[in-house]
């Protein structure tokens, strides 16, 4: 049997399975041998029912009694009593129904969980129920754990993995040979036949620690390579006038910040070089970023070329007209602004402008990489809140130029170093990490929900002196089980309660996006004294009146995001506050803890990317994209290895393209992660 053949062509897969295997995208038996475990289980010790102590535990148990019930709002709990012959233990499970008539069987089963204390009991919560008759005997100590096939079991998917092991043993190497003897790695089939069939831990971890460092370096050699074709194309280079940056500083009504000095001057330098700029300008909320780029464009027009500014929605792309116009009209720069609201003959108009170059400077949102829009100049773009557009977003507007333009890429989003380096490898990068002198720190406080009165007084307090709140609570219907609140119950108990002397607004991702931006522009203009959002608020907007936040259930939004929400505030000259509200009144942990002590976003970041990984940070989607099965993104070692080893590989002079797989996988990277 070869690899490339479909998945039907295994004995034993039939129509209806091989369907069930090619809807979740395996279609050849090399997909199958691919789909590695997500996870293991550790059945090596089982432990007695009568020595459990709480923490991680596997016991082999029968279930003597189970039952379902539901109890509210669509949520139903299992619960069954397990016995041992040593001992009993009651587990329980939240809305997996389907546990009752799997243990109904009488049959003994592996229980794997963790015991503790909750809802005044030691349970088992959430365990997995293996039947002990069928573990793999050849496997006891560890076992696989698989991602779900829809309606396929998981005894079959073993037995057809055993038929394939001849073939995984055989899988052919992908990765250069002096690197795998350089690194000491296992080879590829080894180790993917130790993946499906641990024995050890040890040859377990050697496997995964070569399939991990396979993914990474596949990942750097594809931002390397991104880089080298970066470097290889031709742009405008853009005399740097000093007495222009001069003026336009010494304009400025406040002093730029060091860290703004110092990644205004990065960009210049890169202005002028021949190549196109590549650039991400990392900066936390409220460190500065739209001046930065207010004056590289200045610096633009001085030279003769067009800038457009992009960002995500219109209420981001008005403010930073106006901010922008304030900056550069006093220089004669010419400010327009692109959205979907400018229409009829006065979007004509803008067209025309932008067009012959009267417009120097044109902001706007995704209808600025509409074919209709053609730039006379076209030298420099700026993204901003770059990880929501998509790579062809940010193409789309980048073609809008003859040649390549400089790119800044802005983000509010702080990135560790490690992950910075694989996903965004082919861009230099700039860090805002220091806040504008006049900025006093947020004063942020956890605070415990019985204590909610003496919060409100706070709170309205503050609108009694002309400023504005945030109420910050998690998503309409999400899960019922917790003690989260729907922004619209929020909004309706306030109203009539505490703040029902105020002007409320409420804001969620359910309106439509006009019905968003018109919420926002009422609160920018302060016309609401109070808005009960979701954690949609937008990132970038500039409410600088606004000086409190109550972060309801805030031990639920991982640090970042609470980094990223606390920043709504803080934005202008008023002392602001940001207030933690903890779900129950239990000790808070330390994650809020670290909050609490600290306004610094990398430092913030780097704890998130420690305890939660990285999805959570640069947004699953783009993390789900790149598929990485094995590889952490928080292991800034094993990250630095594969980049070392990439550099070398791309010195040995050796060709790519020698090598088919490895060849395959970084073409697909490199189209994920290039910005151009
Ligand atoms: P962000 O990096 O979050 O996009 P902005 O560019 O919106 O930040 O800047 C936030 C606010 O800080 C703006 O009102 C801006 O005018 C002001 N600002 C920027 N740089 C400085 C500085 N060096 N000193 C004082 N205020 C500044
Ligand atoms: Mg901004």
Redesign the pocket.
Known sequence: MNPGASIDSIKGVGDVTAEQFRKAGIRTVYDLILTLPRDYEDFSNVGRIADIQPGSVTIKARCESVSTRPVRRGMRITTATLSDGTGKINAVWFNQPYREKQLKTGEEFVFTGVFEFSYNRYQLTNPSAEKAAELPKEQHQLMPIYRMVQGLKVPLLRKLLTELKPLMAMLPETLPGFIVQKEKLMARGDAVLAMHFPGEKDRLEKARERWAFEELFSLMLASQLNRQEMSRLEGYSLQFDQKIVRDFVQHLP????NA?RIAAWDILQDFQKPTPMNRLLQ?D???????VAGLAARQAAHAGYQSAIMAPTEILAIQHAE?LNNLLSPFGVRVGLLTGSVKGAARKALYDAIESGEVDVVVGTHALIQETVHFAKLGFVVIDEQHRFGVAQRQALLSKSEKMPHLLAMT?TPIPRSLALTVYGELDISI?NER???RKEIMTKIWSPNSRPQLYALIDQQIKEGRQAYVICNLIDDNPDNERKSVEAEYKRLNVGEFKHRRIGLLHGKLKPAEKEAVMRQFAAGDIDILISTTVVEV?V?V?NATVILIEDADRFGLSQLHQLR?RVG?GAHQSYCYLMVSSSKAPSQRLKEVEKSNDGFYLAEVDLSLRGPGEIYGRAQHGELNLQVANLADAKMIQRAQRSASQFLESGEDLLQYKQLAKDVERYQRLTTLN
């Open positions: 406040f002093e730029l910040t703004q900066g909320v409220g460190s500065g970023k739209t001046v901010t509010a805002l504008p002198k006049n970038g500039d600088p920043g934005r």
